[in-house]
């Protein structure tokens, strides 16, 4: 709490030039111009493509706050799991955010930005004829699963499933509806999203979710003047409630982390206007 508090005002603080200068990421956005920020754009409702074919969602959204900050354009990156460390690191994009679970190994590639701004946890999308009712009946059989996520491990190593790895959710989908795999493991998020969509009246998810996890945003390793303004930002969207607000948007129901974190931080900061 100590750490979340810290970040608060840091965002106005940078306005006003009050960090040190030099030469980083946030001075090369400036003159650029632009704001590269890596999204899903397969993952509704936190960021996929609409009808005119533009990325939007609940992630895309939170970029345009922080391009609106910096005073810039916003160019938004589709990534997917397996390459979005890869392009921060690469210097393709300046900023990450794209339903990425908080996890050590990943704090030695990137640097994740403290508060966490989101969580879900881990289930399966199946077929309700399956009859899938507990985790041990993956045992042996076929399970969809994202290249680079990092529950495909732990329902092969501990609950014997046969993970066959895609690039993105919408070819693991397919091969779901085409009976390629009596399951799709995923983010528990996404599926809830799912299942409002009429495509999917015969399916469920129907295993208790498991490993609920936080999710980190993230700049490059060393970008600590950028990671300092993100967490300002952080700090801000929990506590005005734009999380929220952005689930109601895009129709999900508001996760008990965001509204927890909106809770705890108002509590704290009871005299702030909101």
């Not at 938004?76 to 390459?83: D, F």
């Not at 077929?127 to 329902?155: H, M």
């Not at 970008?223 to 952080?234: N, Q, T």
Request: with cysteine.
């Amino acid at each position: 709490m100590k750490h979340v508090l810290l970040g608060v005002g840091v965002a106005a603080a940078f306005v006003m030039g009050a960090q040190v200068a030099q030469a980083d990421v946030l001075d090369d956005i400036t003159e650029r111009g632009t704001l590269r920020v890596g999204v899903k754009a397969d993952y509704p409702p936190y960021g996929f493509l609409n009808e005119s074919g533009d990325i939007v969602g609940i992630e895309p959204s939170l970029a345009q706050d922080v391009a609106d900050l910096l005073g810039v354009d916003l160019e938004l990156v589709p990534v997917v799991s397996s390459n979005r460390m890869q392009f921060l690191e690469q210097g393709q994009i300046d900023l990450m955010i794209a339903t990425m679970t908080d996890r050590n190994d990943r704090r030695e590639v990137v640097q994740a930005v403290d508060p966490n701004y989101y969580s879900s946890g881990t289930n399966v999308l199946a077929l309700s004829a399956a009859q899938l009712t507990e985790w041990e009946q993956l045992d042996g059989i076929p399970v969809c699963g994202i290249q680079g996520a990092f529950y495909n491990r732990k329902t092969e190593e501990e609950y014997g499933a046969e993970i066959v790895a895609f690039t993105g959710t919408a070819e693991a989908l397919t091969a779901l509806q085409q009976g390629t795999c009596v399951a799709f493991v995923y983010d528990d998020s996404f599926i809830v999203s799912r299942l409002s969509e009429p495509e999917w009246a015969d399916y469920e998810m129907p295993l208790p979710t498991i490993d609920d996890a936080p999710w980190a945003l993230a700049v490059a390793l060393g970008e600590d003047r950028f990671a300092d303004l993100m967490s300002g930002m952080i700090v801000d969207w929990h506590l005005n409630g734009r999380i929220l607000e952005l689930e109601t948007e895009f129709g999900v129901p508001n996760t008990p982390f965001a509204q927890h974190m909106h809770d705890l931080l108002v509590g704290v900061n009871p005299s702030i206007d909101r």
